[in-house]
């Protein structure tokens, strides 16, 4: 989600980067053997995490997800 922390203040914005990465590419939480999305709660539990992510603005993040949807979009055309 290219943020490396999830503070009181930008965790909306946290969690709607893996809604818009998991609308694209599918679910990434596997829970006992299935799969299911990222929730809010998820999220705003882990209020407090650091790691060595890279970070990029809201715009270019944007921009990757435009590029993101284009290949998936061509990645259908092709089939």
């Known amino acids: ?8 203040d930008n965790w909306k914005e946290f969690y ?5 990465i998991e609308t694209i590419h599918g679910t990434w939480l596997n ?10 709660e998820d999220v705003k539990d882990h209020i ?6 890279s970070t990029l603005t809201k715009a270019k993040f944007k ?6 949807l ?9 089939r």
């Open 16 to 20: 709607t980067r893996c809604y818009m």
């Open 70 to 78: 284009r290949y998936a979009a061509d990645a259908m055309m092709r």
């Open 48 to 53: 407090g995490l650091h790691t060595n992510a």
């Open 63 to 68: 921009a990757d997800i435009d590029l993101r």
């Open 31 to 40: 829970q006992n053997g299935k799969r299911r999305p990222i929730t809010p």
């Open 1 to 8: 989600v290219a943020m490396n922390e999830i503070t009181e």
